[in-house]
């Protein structure tokens, strides 16, 4: 069973283009999400991550937006740059025993094209 | 100075075989992990372990092991290969049980059973 639901597959944004990916959730429990990066032959890094108590969160061209009662968040990259092109994975995680586990999203192949 | 590193980085060997992977991180984490990374890069938890508590995902067949010599390592034994398990396995670590904290990833080894 996906707990967390990662659209689209892939995308293709032309520079400069915005980029933008979704993410949906079912576990009410779930109060950590954050997105990973992943470049070919490298393990995902820690992008950005957001808690529920707030709605919005933005670290330079990367923003995260929450929708609590829809249970979905997103991840908007401003300005795409080639050098973006990678898979993006979003997560999410509980509190306490298997629930702190990050579950990932199937993820997203970017391409940005110049 | 490899925060988690992984060996090796590629493993190529014959169904039946036993193999294990090493991991060792240098960032004083409590919690180490171990991910499958499937062909669809589905990145799928196995296990989760600290100091006090081993979580493993029911789905993994218990041909895969994790074992602890000490809070810094975390290595993957796998015994009876079979080709389902061609894959790639990230190690990772995390300052507390993951909730809330982010997750560093090693770099991964290609596991490829023949």
């Known amino acids: 069973q996906q707990q967390v639901k990662q659209s689209p597959q892939s995308l293709i944004v032309q520079k400069g283009g915005i980029s933008i990916i979704n993410c949906a959730y079912e576990n009410t429990a779930f109060d950590y999400f954050p997105w990973y990066q992943q470049f070919p032959g490298k393990g995902p890094a820690l992008l950005i991550a957001i808690r529920p108590d707030v709605s919005e969160k933005k670290e330079g061209r990367f923003t995260i937006s929450f929708n609590k009662s829809a249970k979905q968040f997103s991840l908007h990259i401003m300005d795409s740059q080639p050098g973006d092109s990678a898979t993006y994975f979003c997560?999410?995680?509980?509190?306490?025993?298997?629930?702190?586990?990050?579950?990932f999203g199937k993820g997203t192949k970017l391409s940005v094209k110049p | 100075d490899t925060a988690v590193s992984q060996t090796p980085k590629y493993l190529v060997t014959q169904m039946g075989n036993d193999k294990s992977i090493k991991c060792e991180q240098n960032?004083?984490?409590?919690?180490m992990y171990w991910y499958k990374q499937d062909s669809k890069k589905f990145l799928k938890i196995m296990f989760s372990?600290?100091?006090?508590?081993?979580?493993i995902n029911e789905t993994v067949p218990n041909r895969f092991s994790p074992k602890s010599p000490d809070k810094a390592h975390l290595n993957l034994h796998i015994n009876s290969l079979e080709l389902g398990d061609s894959a790639v396995y990230f190690c990772?670590?995390?300052?507390?049980?993951?909730?809330?904290?982010?997750?560093?990833f090693g770099s991964g080894t290609r596991l490829t059973v023949v």
């Open positions: 960032l004083g984490h409590d919690t």
């Open positions: 997560a999410a995680s509980g509190y306490g025993g298997s629930q702190g586990n990050l579950i």
């Open positions: 372990y600290n100091n006090k508590e081993l979580i």
């Open positions: 990772a670590s995390s300052q507390d049980t993951g909730h809330n904290y982010g997750y560093t």
